[in-house]
């Protein structure tokens, strides 16, 4: 037992106090939101080839990212001779409507992600049931982190519970594997109404780097109604968390 | 002409250089091969222009530290060397599976993946996921238990089916395939743009072991060499990725037994891990850290310094919380016996990694087949001999302090220069194979390219090693509580996907 003790007193308390605190340290080469420079583009197309899922096209003459296809590989960013598009230190990405999630001069501010549904039913006590359908076990892992001591997502009462008759709604990560498909249809039905789902990564939006397999049927869309799109490839735990706090409202979008 | 053709870690072979032997020959100098020792790495088809196939076996000789490979021509079916070499089990269902190659006297053809064949099969003869001919038991109080896809946790779906007698299981059987993406479909014809992102998510917690294998392979086909810098980056990477993971596990070991304290600490500590292969790439998991010719991003002096830091802060941080796991009596009591193989099990199976040194099996292709930097900077193969949950968490536990060593003196000792090279030729070699080893984190990762005429892929084979253990889970479970179920499985920690592909 003094071992535990002596154990605990070294470790320390390691919870961040964010949001009521400072923003934990992002990695210096992070790539959040990109930002676009429409007076920069020459509509030359670079990013466009470069881009291995099709999130980077020139739409009118100017250069427009779909952050919920994006792999964040930098590679349209790398491609760009004139400097049009460049990733941001931004972790705010979450957004409510599929649409938002797409990025051009036009649209450069972070989307809006409450829902006033969630807001009003699971503002104070969110319990989520994960299904990985087909999710290669990045964003699992960057959503599991949520739940130990550093991030500490149960002091907003928000929890992943063991069954879809616990929860009020689920977290899908993966393309959705036409394997998953089944599984996946039971889950969202075992639960009960009023329910929300989120779909967390680029797989989990739009098919991520399997978009168009045949194996897959491209996203939860495809199978449920999505209430929250978390982008990135895995999203920062960073940007999970965030985007579930503005769903709830637990935080202003501001 | 020798049944064999030798090839290093990393070598290649021109297609015209491969022994074609005919089946029964093929067939003996596999078995013969294996039992002098060696190891089932590969055994995969590559179809031909004819409706046939050219099946290639790839054995490991880890004493000597070569590969050995031989092919033979076949139409549609073959006589199975998994009666003679359970080794060959997955493999040889996989064939069935996707080629139609049936295998003659395979004692559990069941489906692999329930994916949608590559050739041969009818599409109305495809079961659906999940419907297969599960051993079962029949009498009083016998009672069956089945878990999954969906697991209650935040883990990946898989199917688990126990045959238990009150609270002990006589027999488990594991079937997989809800996480089949089309990996390998997809890279034929490669590299395409897509080709590196395949590789760094068809196991999206071990990104580095897998783009290490793959730009392996382009490399040997590139006869590329990689600069100095790179050499160690990538070196530092494979090993961050192994200490994050073993971190992670011995946390959920942990947590399966309750002992919360470390589950705590581990978890925690397991995010520091991650957050310093961030700082070498920008992302977690390392995505867009390796790639074919180098590393795809660099860090400064700065950068490093602060590395080293926060590597003897992880160090102390985790010392102390897995001791505390692993004096606890508490958890030793749930540890010690559980889930048992034996060295000889873990031979006839053919497992790697972690699960086979925790037998005392020294397999670890760090040390067998050197690559990279670890031709230069050797980390000792770590064992233990209970073979059970203890042994492959004492194993972790060990690995983890080798890893901080290894990633402490990199670092001191990072090359300049620079950390990519582009390559000198246009195009990869071809009509050649080529073959790669890498010790991921979990074990042995196995990628052979076979290029066609314009040097692009006619064949790409990725083995997960969760290809070769899952096998060991099902066997480990015989004869155990059902309740030491979630412990025995995090001991192994298999990938889903890694399997499926």
């Given at each position: 037992m003094i071992d535990i003790l002596q154990t605990r007193l070294q470790q320390k308390y390691r919870t961040m106090s964010w949001p009521d605190g400072p923003t934990p340290p992002l990695p210096a080469q992070f790539a959040g939101r990109p930002c676009m420079d429409a007076a920069k583009c020459n509509?030359?197309?670079?990013?466009?080839?470069?881009?291995?899922?099709?999130?980077?096209?020139?739409?009118?003459?100017?250069?427009?990212?779909?952050?919920?296809?994006?792999?964040?590989?930098?590679?349209?960013?790398?491609?760009?001779?004139?400097?049009?598009?460049?990733?941001?230190?931004?972790?705010?990405?979450?957004?409510?409507?599929?649409?938002?999630?797409?990025?051009?001069?036009?649209?450069?501010?972070?989307?809006?992600?409450?829902v006033e549904k969630a807001r009003q039913y699971f503002g104070r006590s969110l319990k989520l049931r994960q299904v990985s359908a087909g999710g290669c076990n990045a964003c699992e892992a960057d959503t599991n982190v949520l739940g130990t001591v550093g991030w500490d997502l149960g002091r907003f009462g928000i929890q992943f519970v063991a069954s879809p008759r616990h929860a009020d709604g689920l977290l899908i990560t993966g393309p959705v594997s036409v394997n998953m498909r089944h599984a996946l249809e039971k889950t969202y039905a075992a639960v009960s109404s009023p329910k929300i789902v989120i779909a967390c990564g680029s797989c989990a939006i739009a098919g991520g780097p399997y978009a168009g397999h045949p194996e897959v049927c491209g996203g939860a869309m495809s199978v449920v109604p999505v209430d929250l799109f978390i982008p990135g490839c895995p999203p920062h735990p960073l940007t999970i968390l965030d985007g579930l706090l503005r769903f709830v409202g637990r935080i202003s979008e501001g | 002409?020798?049944?064999?053709?030798?090839?290093?870690?990393?070598?290649?072979?021109?297609?015209?250089?491969?022994?074609?032997?005919?089946?029964?020959?093929?067939?003996?100098?596999?078995?013969?091969?294996?039992?002098?020792?060696?190891?089932?790495?590969?055994l995969f088809a590559c179809p031909g222009k004819d409706g046939g196939f050219l099946l290639i076996a790839v054995l490991a000789q880890d004493s000597r530290s070569r590969l050995a490979v031989t092919t033979c021509a076949v139409h549609d079916r073959y006589p199975a060397l998994t009666p003679e070499c359970p080794q060959a089990q997955g493999f040889e269902r996989e064939l069935a599976e996707q080629w139609g190659i049936h295998p003659e006297g395979h004692p559990w053809l069941k489906p692999l993946r329930f994916q949608p064949a590559r050739a041969g099969v009818i599409q109305s003869e495809r079961p659906d996921i999940g419907v297969s001919p599960f051993f079962s038991m029949h009498g009083e109080e016998i009672h069956e238990v089945s878990v999954g896809p969906v697991h209650a946790g935040i883990i990946e779906p898989g199917h688990f089916r126990f045959q238990c007698h009150g609270e002990t299981v006589y027999h488990l059987e594991i079937s997989l395939g809800y996480q089949h993406r089309g990996v390998e479909r997809a890279l034929i014809g490669g590299p395409h743009p897509r080709t590196i992102h395949y590789m760094?998510?068809?196991?999206?917690?071990?990104?580095?072991?897998?783009?290490?294998?793959?730009?392996?392979?382009?490399?040997?086909?590139?006869?590329?060499?990689?600069?100095?810098?790179?050499?160690?980056?990538?070196?530092?990477?494979?090993?961050?990725?192994?200490?994050?993971?073993?971190?992670?596990?011995?946390?959920?070991?942990?947590?399966?037994?309750?002992?919360?304290?470390?589950?705590?600490?581990c978890g925690r500590i397991r995010g520091d891990a991650l957050n310093m292969t961030a700082t070498l790439c920008g992302n977690r998991m390392g995505r867009g850290f390796v790639r074919p010719g180098g590393c795809g991003a660099d860090i400064d002096h700065a950068e490093v310094e602060d590395l080293l830091r926060r590597l003897e802060a992880l160090r102390k941080d985790v010392d102390s919380a897995a001791t505390l796991l692993f004096e606890a009596p508490s958890a030793r009591a749930r540890f010690d016996g559980t889930?048992?193989?034996?060295?000889?099990?873990?031979?006839?199976?053919?497992?790697?990694?972690?699960?086979?040194?925790?037998?005392?099996?020294?397999?670890?292709?760090?040390?067998?087949?050197?690559?990279?930097?670890?031709?230069?900077?050797?980390?000792?193969?770590?064992?233990?001999?209970?073979?059970?949950?203890f042994g492959r968490a004492f194993v972790r536990g060990l690995e983890i302090s080798q890893s901080i060593a290894f990633v402490r003196e990199q670092l001191a000792a990072l090359p300049e220069g620079d950390v990519w090279r582009a390559p000198t030729v246009a195009l990869l070699s071809p009509d050649t194979l080529a073959v790669a080893l890498v010790e991921g984190w979990r074990g042995e990762i196995l990628h052979a390219a076979l290029t066609g005429p314009d040097g692009r892929f006619a064949c790409y084979k990725v083995v997960d090693p969760s290809f070769h253990n899952w096998q060991g889970l099902a066997y480990a479970m015989r004869n155990q509580q059902i309740s030491d179920f979630p412990v025995c499985n995090k001991s192994f920690n298999l990938s889903y996907c890694g399997h499926d592909l």
């Open positions: 509509s030359c197309g670079a990013c466009e080839k470069a881009c291995p899922v099709g999130a980077a096209q020139i739409v009118e003459g100017r250069p427009t990212l779909d952050t919920g296809r994006c792999l964040f590989c930098r590679a349209c960013e790398k491609a760009c001779a004139r400097g049009a598009l460049k990733f941001t230190k931004e972790f705010r990405m979450a957004a409510a409507q599929r649409g938002d999630l797409t990025v051009s001069q036009a649209q450069q501010a972070f989307p809006a992600a409450q | 002409m020798s049944a064999f053709a030798s090839i290093a870690n990393g070598g290649t072979l021109s297609c015209a250089k491969l022994p074609r032997l005919e089946v029964g020959a093929f067939r003996a100098a596999v078995l013969a091969e294996i039992a002098l020792g060696s190891r089932l790495s590969a760094e998510t068809l196991a999206g917690d071990t990104t580095i072991g897998h783009a290490t294998a793959y730009s392996r392979v382009c490399e040997s086909l590139m006869r590329a060499r990689l600069p100095a810098r790179a050499q160690g980056l990538r070196g530092i990477a494979q090993e961050l990725e192994r200490l994050a993971n073993h971190i992670g596990d011995l946390g959920a070991l942990a947590g399966d037994v309750g002992f919360l304290p470390t589950m705590s600490y889930g048992a193989i034996t060295a000889d099990i873990c031979r006839d199976l053919g497992l790697v990694g972690v699960a086979a040194r925790a037998c005392g099996v020294a397999r670890d292709a760090r040390s067998d087949f050197p690559y990279d930097i670890f031709q230069f900077a050797q980390i000792p193969v770590c064992t233990w001999t209970s073979g059970d949950v």
